[in-house]
């Protein structure tokens, strides 16, 4: 049933696509996606760049400023009404878990051990793959990471991932589309798995 609603939900994102307000879609969708909304702005940002490649850069800071900005209110969201005191899940957080894909008990319980050690890499990952950036950026909140440190990974991470997708789309077309829609998950988990693992050799040599 849950895979239903989000096929449709795609469908209607992708609708968006040739209309007028499509960059204003494209700003509240990157908004949305970022607490609660389950379909990613890629979605909406590929054919864009498709019909319009002189504005790659322009479509590509919009949806990182709105992801961006959106990352806040999850955190705000997290931080403010997540709990409901003596860390005790508030009526908000059981709606999500029970209504938002990717959230639930489990997940969000193992993650809060690790923000202390790993907060900063924990959202990039979360910002550049397509682990839902959501989860991270609610738990950031009610987990308390400090929020120069979630912005500052929110607005890297994020931009490198929609910056890279509309640049290939903008320098190679409808070909690299195919390309993206098949392997981009894969090689962005990679490329994370690289630079963390990099850094934590560099910071054992150190």
């Known amino acids: ?50 019909g319009a490649r002189k504005k790659w850069f322009r479509l590509a800071m919009v949806v990182t400023v709105a992801s961006a ?6 955190y705000m969201i997290g931080h403010f009404l997540w709990w409901s005191g003596a860390q005790q899940y508030s009526g908000l957080a059981g709606f999500f ?10 997940v969000f319980q193992s993650m809060q051990s690790q923000y202390s050690l790993y907060g900063f890499w924990i959202v990039f990952t979360a910002g550049f793959t397509p ?5 991270f950026t609610i738990s950031s909140g009610a987990f308390e990471l400090n929020i120069l440190t979630f912005m500052v990974a929110s607005v890297i991470s994020r931009g490198a991932r929609f910056f890279l997708v509309a640049f290939l789309i903008y320098r190679f077309g409808e070909p690299i589309k195919v390309f993206i829609d098949k392997y981009f998950n894969w090689l962005a988990l990679l490329a994370t798995a690289l630079l ?11």
Not at 100 to 106: A, E, L, T, V, W
Not at 131 to 135: A, D, F, G
């Open 196 to 206: 963390i693992g990099g850094f934590l050799v560099i910071k054992g040599v150190l």
């Open 131 to 135: 682990i839902p950036y959501k989860i």
């Open 69 to 74: 900005l959106g990352g806040g209110f999850g």
């Open 1 to 50: 049933m849950k895979l239903n609603i989000i096929r449709r939900m795609y469908d209607w994102v992708l609708g968006w696509a040739d209309k007028p307000t499509a960059q204003i879609a494209l700003f509240v969708l990157a908004f949305a996606e970022s607490s609660f909304f389950p379909v990613p702005p890629d979605v909406l940002l590929i054919p864009l760049v498709l």
């Open 97 to 106: 878990f029970d209504h938002i894909p990717g959230f639930s008990r489990q």
